[in-house]
């Protein structure tokens, strides 16, 4: 499996951003895909997550400003963001988790969002 990630960028305070990851390879095997942050020096955080029951988790902060989905077709999950704070700003990393795994097992290279107030 192979993640792609894409459309991190610097904006200020209030705007919206949409990531993008595509994934390849051996997508069948992918039962669940979710976005991770990370700042330097702290450890990696979930943000959202959709598995193919179509459950949808989010972490605290981002309840009610940002939205996960997926596009099938196009073997592509979306995180769109809105209202965005400066605390927001860090690098944002897609995952996938396969078929018979308990941790998110596939990683993306990361795309970095920055918010300036």
């Known amino acids: 499996v192979q993640l792609q990630a894409s459309g991190g960028g610097l904006v200020q305070a209030g705007a919206s951003l949409r990531l993008t990851c595509t994934a390849s390879g051996s997508i069948s095997r992918i039962n669940a895909m979710s976005w991770y942050r990370q700042v330097a020096g702290k450890e990696r955080e979930l943000v959202a997550g959709?598995?193919?029951?179509?459950?949808?988790h989010y972490e605290d902060s981002v309840k009610g400003r940002f939205t996960i989905s997926r596009d099938n077709a196009k073997n592509t999950v979306y995180l769109q963001m809105n209202s965005l704070k400066p605390e927001d700003t860090a690098i944002y990393y897609c995952a996938a988790r396969t078929q018979g795994r308990v941790a998110y097992d596939y990683w993306g290279q990361g795309t970095e969002v920055t918010v300036s107030s």
């Open positions: 959709l598995n193919n029951g179509g459950k949808i």
